[in-house]
């Protein structure tokens, strides 16, 4: 495990904000997500599909997380939490090896602290709050740095961004721009075709 997330280690502790200002905290209320990975040689990555039936966001694909809540200490705590009560994590499997720096999320309006963890992956993760999540996802890495779903997803508003093209999953605006972040941290990137320019699919355009 020491081999396999030691760039990725080393990436987390130089990571720098968002340089073009854009995505930089704006002192709102504070959330956090969880990429969490497993201890494998070819890791993998839980994201949720986002319920169909919730009013924003409906149906896309993010991390795991939410906001910050009285009982949390830290965003690291929130994130734990939050993913406990979506996916039914047990947080004490789980080892915090760091954070990506804090971004401003348009959408929600809130600061989003990325946490990276990782754990053995030995427990069934599901829907544990269907209010919340439609479906629970394991990704490979060595899938998403296939060159060959490497994309950019292009929004109706103009938005143009890293995009994952998985088949049944479109991944695209802050979840995708944290798994591109740390793809290249961890030295997993793979080079592929910037000009490749899809829409976002419907199904995952929802607000």
């Known amino acids: 495990m020491n081999e396999i997330f030691a760039e990725l280690r080393r990436g987390l502790r130089s990571a720098l904000p968002d340089s073009s200002g854009i995505r930089r905290p704006r002192g709102g209320r504070r959330a956090g997500v969880l990429m969490l990975f497993t201890r494998e040689a070819d890791p993998q990555v839980t994201v949720i599909e986002r319920a169909t039936t919730l009013r924003r966001h409906a149906g896309q694909v993010a991390f795991p997380g939410g906001a910050m809540e009285s009982v949390d200490g830290t965003v690291v705590d929130a994130a734990l939490r939050e993913a406990e009560e979506e996916v039914g994590l047990d947080r004490s499997l789980v080892q915090v090896l760091g954070e990506l720096p804090v971004a401003w999320v348009p959408a929600s309006n ?3 602290t990325p946490v990276i963890g990782v754990w053995d992956g030995g427990v069934k993760l599901w829907p544990a709050d269907p209010g919340e999540v439609g479906a629970v996802h394991s990704l ?19 938005y143009l961004g890293p995009a994952f093209d998985m088949g049944e999953l479109f991944i695209w605006g802050f979840t995708a721009h944290l798994l591109d972040e740390c793809l290249d941290l961890a030295g997993w990137t793979r080079p592929w075709d910037r000009s490749l320019v899809r829409p976002v699919p419907a199904k995952f355009l929802r607000d």
């Open 140 to 158: 490979r890495v060595s899938a998403l740095a296939d060159p060959s779903v490497r994309v950019r997803g292009q929004h109706p508003s103009g």
């Open 110 to 112: 809130y600061d989003v």
